[in-house]
Nanobody
Framework: QVQLVESGGGLVQAGGSLRLSCAASGTISSIYGAGWYRQAPGKQRELVAQ???????NYADSVKGRFTISRDNAKSTVYLQMGSLKPEDTAVYYC???????????????WGQGTQVTVSS
């Protein structure tokens, strides 16, 4: 069984920083593309940042220059460093990854349970 577990969310004042972590556990052969998404109340889930196997990154316009996505393949972990946070960044943040697992029998798409980020003004 493969799982993604997010951590690092919380309450922060506007202008502050947080680092989210997404750790994959289970019988993992490789983690391919990964990304962070967020969903604010009453809104659709939206892409925040993506990182490819080779480390190529892509960001939503709303977070460019403020957020950085990175990965540590040895730890099977993806990070989202968030800075200059704004109240509009308040949302539940979800980790997503394409993971190759021998126990599951192939490449599958996984989601974490989400972590709440609240930015106060």
């Amino acid at each position: 069984q493969v799982q993604l577990v997010e951590s690092g969310g919380g309450l922060v004042q506007a202008g502050g920083s947080l680092r989210l972590s997404c750790a994959a556990s289970g019988t993992i052969s490789s983690i391919y593309g990964a990304g962070w998404y967020r969903q604010a109340p009453g809104k659709q889930r939206e892409l925040v940042a993506q990182i490819s196997t080779s480390g190529t990154t892509n960001y939503a316009d709303s977070v460019k220059g403020r957020f950085t996505i990175s990965r540590d393949n040895a730890k099977s972990t993806v990070y989202l460093q968030m800075g200059s946070l704004k109240p509009e960044d308040t949302a539940v943040y979800y980790c997503n990854a394409a993971i190759l697992s021998a126990s599951v029998g192939g490449l599958s798409d996984y989601w974490g349970q989400g972590t709440q980020v609240t930015v106060s003004s």
